[in-house]
């Protein structure tokens, strides 16, 4: 198994139940992390994920509550970090209601934009301020390739993650200092339940690797900026998308 500079580390993962999250998770554990797993409302995926990590060597604790509900997060984490402070924060909770913006409703605009960027900022907060008595940290947030690029029909969506990217510089430059390093991780088309309706057949010839990436490139990316190889690098988007987005 591998192991990191600190032994018993702990990682929060938000959206962590499936899909890249789940991915993430478990590398980090395999990477000698305990995790803190948040999801909304998939216990059963949750559990699944939970096992796999306590197979592993490594605690999971499950943490279920909406991201954007800025109650449930000082309820659920408030009571941890007065006990202990996460060495990680990876935001990866995030939701699509894509339509054209000419159709796209209050209502979906708000949902995206609550959980994918004001959750990262009501998280952040609450950590960032433990981390900062630590003087050490790493937060990481997975944004897309629609926040660096813009994409047809996700105008809530690629707002949302070009928002994170630009909080994430944001809170980089603040917090530097105290050894907090802050950075993004924006992947392409990833293999998850999220493209199973996009037509790939169109889709894969805009990528010059020609297929779409798996959750566990992603999870590997996200492992290194946890890692001491990492340590000069804050402030920072990270890429992994096949060549889609140069």
């Known amino acids: 198994m591998e192991t990191n500079k600190e032994q018993n ?11 890249i999250g789940a991915a993430i998770a478990r590398r980090c554990a395999a990477g000698g992390h305990d995790i803190w797993l948040n999801y909304n409302s998939n216990h059963e995926a949750a559990q699944s994920v939970r096992q796999e990590i306590e197979a592993m060597g490594r605690s999971c604790r499950l943490l279920p509550f909406d991201v954007s509900d ?8 408030e ?4 006990e202990e402070v996460p060495f990680g924060f990876i935001h990866n909770a995030g939701i699509t209601r894509d339509a054209l913006a000419a ?5 979906d605009w708000d949902a995206v934009l609550d ?12 950590i960032v301020k433990s981390m900062l008595s630590k003087r050490r940290g790493r937060i990481i947030a997975i944004a897309s390739v629609s926040g ?28 530097a200092k105290r050894n907090i390093l802050v950075n993004v991780v924006s992947p ?18 805009l990528i010059p690797l020609g297929r779409v990436g798996r959750p566990e490139e992603v999870a590997g990316m996200v492992n290194f900026l946890l890692s001491e190889e990492a340590e000069y690098m804050t402030g920072q ?3 992994i998308n096949g060549g889609l987005y140069i």
């Open 9 to 19: 580390t702990v990682v929060l993962i938000t959206g962590g139940s499936r899909g």
């Open 70 to 77: 800025e109650t449930a997060v000082h309820e659920a984490l």
């Open 79 to 82: 009571p941890l970090l007065d």
């Open 103 to 107: 159709m796209m409703s209050r209502r």
């Open 115 to 126: 959980v994918n960027l004001t959750g990262f900022f009501l998280l952040s907060r609450l």
């Open 148 to 175: 660096e690029t813009g994409q047809p029909g996700q105008m809530n969506y690629a707002a949302a993650k070009a928002g994170l990217i630009g909080a994430c510089k944001t809170l980089a430059r603040e917090v």
């Open 188 to 205: 392409g088309l990833i293999e998850t339940e999220m493209i199973a309706d996009l037509p790939l057949d169109r889709i894969l010839p």
């Open 237 to 239: 988007v990270v890429s």
